[in-house]
């Protein structure tokens, strides 16, 4: 500000300051305005409506029925739902191994050799590839006649099971092919994360005589603590949001063993037409989600405070 | 640097590195390079058998002209660029102007504005399924572009705006003052200042929703019914029935309709890993 001529300004200043005031409130109201009429419209207010369709019976079209709390208790009493809500946690749980495997793979590849910048970008690219291909590919990799597993356990005696229509296996067949991109994300974070580690505080710990796993540990990690966070909040919500791979890899079959909360609300409402009930699904895994956004945006706002 | 650079260890060890690098790219690419393979293999080797060894002749040219010519994919992959195109260009625009809003003045809740935004973006795609596939057909765009369209453009100015807030508060904010004390009015302070100076952040932006949008599933699903409307990634559900005996096909088209965000990725990776990991390397 002080670098740049301000005697033209000083008139303009005195005569308009009084609008300047307004212009400051105002001018930030319209710029935010259609983004927000927008966002109002299609997300804010759909989730209101989505929690009120929760409370009804609807068949999607006709008259809505008031139930009041009718579809959490079926829910409760719904075998399908606790195995749903089941496989998610799974999905939860198991997916924490995409930022742990990250890690390790960024590790790998945080070297300086001939070719180092095409590796990266290779390994990363899985993320790019829609989920529904993943699907795909892996699903056939399973296939116990003629993928690859079985192509490859066959010679050396071993039985593959029909992993996607096996009732205990589905899910985790299915998890296999998330932790493939989901990796792949979490690496690159990392990569990103390492590249602004502080080498002096390195060197300094070396001197000390820390090495290996000790100084990943006690050096470096906290020093990754942005990425880890990032990659901790995507993670765990991929995981709760996972519906492409189960969709076009099992359907939520065999008998909704693999099924998890979004493609049963999924199936609940397209298939079924029972659209209070599927509202009623989409809550739950509404308020699940509210834990981790809640968290991200605690974490935003202390780091917010303190700037302008 | 962490871990120590492989300069610096024994020969031994650098060898070791230099021969595991190549081997666990293999390994970690096995899916694709098998589907890059099947893509070029002959029905004949899918008949006798072969669907894992080296394919007895390449018939790259011949599996992507049948796939055109016996499927609709053509139709599926221009379905998905008119979707995502003007869904990139909108959230965009809308994500400038209110992340300059944010970013540039200070009111009273102005961290809630952004909180929603953030927030909105997080959220399971399913609470909001029915009320926005009512709307589209209230609005007369259910099973449209258009209904697809406006919704992306909606969902994903939560995360742009996000996005674009972030960049804009890291600007300079003595030009902004300087123009101010000059007279220059807020609009043109935007125009003229803000605009060209975020245009890495749009760049980066514009690429990853690209592949956000072009690889999104869920949304067609719900909102687009006729076929010929639908864009590559449902399209693929279809060719998957299709081709359900030939596979070498479903992966040539699976291999088409991974390309453009691979392309667009390969193409502009040092944009698109910014934008993916904006905030990784803070403290």
């Known amino acids: 500000m002080a670098d740049l001529p301000m005697m033209p300004a000083q008139r303009t200043r005195m005569t308009t300051s009084f609008f300047r005031k307004h212009k400051l409130l105002l001018m930030p109201l319209a710029f935010i305005a259609p983004a927000f009429a927008m966002f109002s419209l299609f997300v804010i207010y759909p989730i209101i409506q989505s929690i009120g369709l929760s409370f009804t019976q609807w068949q999607g079209i006709g008259p809505k029925t008031w139930v009041g709390l009718n579809n959490y208790r079926m829910l409760f009493n719904d075998a399908v739902f606790w195995t749903s809500l089941m496989n998610n946690v799974y999905w939860l749980v198991l997916f924490l191994l995409a930022p742990v495997f990250g890690l390790f ?121 942005a990425a880890t966070f990032i990659a901790l909040v995507v993670t765990i919500i991929g995981a709760l949001r996972s519906f492409d791979l189960v969709a076009v890899m099992t359907e939520g079959g065999p008998y909704n063993s693999s099924n998890v909360l979004a493609y049963y609300m999924y199936d609940n409402a397209i298939f079924r037409y029972r659209m209070g009930y599927a509202s009623s699904i989409a809550t739950v895994l509404f308020l699940i989600m509210n834990v981790y956004i809640v968290w991200f945006l605690m974490r935003l706002w202390n780091n917010e405070k303190g700037t302008r | ?82 979707i995502t195109i003007p869904s990139i260009i909108g959230a965009l625009f809308l994500s400038t102007l209110a992340g300059a809003g944010l ?10 504005l952004l909180a929603l935004f953030i927030a909105g973006n997080f959220v399971p795609f399913q609470i909001l399924m029915i009320p926005v596939r009512q709307l589209t057909l209230d609005l007369g765009v259910y099973d449209s572009y258009l209904g697809v369209i406006l919704f992306q453009i909606a969902f994903q100015t939560g995360f742009c705006t996000f996005f674009m807030r972030n960049f804009i508060a890291e600007l300079p904010f003595e030009l902004v003052e300087a123009a101010r004390a000059e007279g220059v009015s807020e609009w043109k302070i935007l125009i003229h200042i803000i605009v060209p100076l975020v245009r890495p952040a749009l760049a980066a932006l514009a690429v990853l929703q690209f592949t956000f949008i072009w690889n999104d599933f869920f949304w067609p699903l719900i909102l687009i019914q006729s076929d010929e409307l639908r864009p590559i990634t449902l399209g693929l559900t279809t060719l998957k029935g299709q081709f359900i005996s030939s596979f070498n096909l479903l992966a040539a088209g699976s291999l088409i309709a991974a390309l453009p965000p691979v392309m667009m990725f390969f193409a502009m990776q040092k944009h698109f890993i910014a934008g993916l990991t904006l905030g990784a390397s803070k403290g």
């Open chain 1, 105 to 225: 793979v960024a590790l790998f590849l945080n070297q300086t050799v001939f070719g180092i910048r095409l590796v990266k970008s290779l390994f990363f690219f899985p993320f790019v590839v829609s989920q529904i291909v993943v699907g795909i590919i892996f699903a056939w990799f399973y296939d116990p006649a003629f993928g690859l597993l079985a192509t490859v356990l066959e010679p050396i005696g071993l039985d593959m099971p029909p992993i996607l229509s096996d009732e205990t296996l589905a899910t985790f067949g299915i998890i296999l092919a998330g932790l493939w991109p989901q990796t792949a994300y979490c690496m690159i974070l990392y990569l990103t994360g390492l590249n602004s580690v502080n080498p002096e505080v390195i060197e300094a710990a070396r001197l000390d005589g820390a090495k290996g796993w000790q100084l990943l540990v006690k050096i470096v990690l906290p020093q990754l603590r």
């Open chain 2, 1 to 82: 640097m962490f871990p120590r650079p492989i300069q610096e260890t024994t020969r031994a060890r650098q060898v070791m590195y230099k021969v595991a690098l190549p081997v666990s790219l293999v390994v970690w690419l096995l899916p694709m390079i098998a589907i890059i393979a099947t893509a070029g293999r002959s029905l004949s080797d899918l008949n006798y058998g072969n669907y894992w060894g080296i394919p007895t002749e390449w018939v790259f040219f011949e599996n992507f002209a049948a796939v055109f010519g016996s499927s609709s994919i053509g139709v599926y992959l221009l379905n998905s660029f008119i």
């Open chain 2, 103 to 112: 970013a540039l003045y200070r009111f009273r809740g102005r961290f809630f």
